[in-house]
């Protein structure tokens, strides 16, 4: 399976599940739902190899990392070696800064790159420095890879007003091979705040 079939079950995946609960910051979600997700397709697209940030893990793979697929027994995800080697291909160095990403895999010849976020909206609108820099980083990475997997979520809901564009923003951006899920955690209490607000004069 290619990079292209892998990235169009993910985006599938992410839009479809259940968000847990629990997610506080960018990290639990990243953690807690975008890796699990990619790590069960991975596991059926034997075709691509996954890499994960360490976070605080020091397992490494055994008896030594691969690079390419398909991964093979003893590999572990997170593995700060794999990570490291793939600080090698998958940052993209520009406009003065490093920009490195959430998540990546390979198929052995093309490459994907996934961002990742979390925000809330206010009064229906989301903050446009959190978008903005979410969708320059996806941007970034079309230059480097082939597909690009953003995953922006928000808490609250959303004012149609400022989504008027959004459907022909996504198309265009989906012509480069960045594919965006925008999803709601759909807090009930702030559901209430945000609905409340929208409803004010």
């Not at 847990?20 to 979600?29: E, F, R």
């Not at 600080?87 to 790159?113: R, S």
């Not at 709601?184 to 929208?198: D, G, I, K, V, Y």
Request: aromatic letters at 8%; charged letters at 20%; hydrophobic letters at 45%.
């Amino acid at each position: 399976m290619s990079i292209a079939g892998f990235a169009a079950d993910l985006v599938r995946e992410l839009d479809r599940r259940t968000l847990p609960k629990q997610i506080v910051q960018q990290q639990d979600l990243e953690q807690l739902f975008v890796l699990p997700v990619a790590a069960r397709l991975a596991a059926r697209h034997r075709g691509v190899l996954l890499f994960a940030h360490p976070w605080s893990n020091t397992r490494r793979c055994k008896p030594a990392c691969v690079t390419s697929p398909p991964a093979g027994r003893g590999r572990v995800l997170g593995c700060p070696s794999c990570w490291r080697r793939a600080g090698a291909w998958a940052p993209v160095a520009a406009f003065g800064a490093q920009h490195v990403f959430d998540l990546l895999a390979t198929d052995g010849k093309q490459t994907l790159a996934v961002a990742v976020d979390l925000s809330r909206s206010r009064a229906g609108r989301l903050p446009g420095p959190d978008v903005q820099r979410f969708l320059g980083q996806c941007a970034i990475a079309s230059t480097r890879h082939s597909q690009v997997v953003g995953f922006f979520v928000y808490q609250g809901a959303l004012s149609p007003r400022w989504e008027r564009d959004t459907a022909d923003a996504a198309k265009s951006l989906r012509k480069r091979n960045i594919h965006l899920v925008f999803r709601s955690a759909w807090n009930p209490r702030l559901a209430r705040e945000s609905l409340a607000l929208l409803a004010a004069p």
